[in-house]
């Protein structure tokens, strides 16, 4: 008898080490994996390519100096290319693992910051683009 009853609480601690984790529910580690998530470009008309490791995202906001631009009509965020065109920036997700940012000119004195939310699931990335005011 106290053999299986050592053997039960044996059983017990072992499910309860193993089930114990620091991680809360609906954390999602990394999937995106980009390649840059901050990047500095010129005040002249630029651009940049970020690569990701994961295959299964979209984008899912962009903001230039936090006026936040979402809810994109007429784009199937899930198709594997698409493009967002405002009058200062090109957006486009041109395949599964890759993110190019186009910047025209920055004609102010003052940085612009354009930043680009991405979605995977439960996980959440950003893109911060730095863009140098004009001389």
Not at 24 to 29: A, L, N, P, Q
Not at 38 to 46: C, I, K, R
Not at 108 to 125: K, M, P, S, W
Request: proline content about 2%; overall charge negative; hydrophobic content about 40%.
């Amino acid at each position: 008898m106290k053999r299986v009853l050592y053997f039960t609480l044996l059983i017990v601690f072992i499910i309860t080490l193993l089930s114990c984790s620091d991680k809360k529910e609906g954390d999602w580690d990394d999937n995106i994996k980009l390649s840059a998530r901050a990047v500095e470009l010129t005040a002249l008309s630029d651009s940049v390519t970020i690569t990701t490791g994961g295959s299964w995202w979209w984008i899912t906001d962009v903001s230039v100096n936090s006026d936040y631009i979402y809810g994109f009509k007429d784009i199937n965020q899930e198709a594997d290319s698409y493009t967002i065109k405002q009058d200062c920036f090109v957006v486009e997700r041109r395949n599964k693992h890759t993110l190019f940012i186009k910047v025209e000119e920055n004609p102010f004195n003052i940085q612009r910051i354009i930043t680009v939310g991405l979605e995977a699931g439960d996980y959440f990335d950003r893109v911060t683009i730095t863009q140098k005011p004009r001389p």
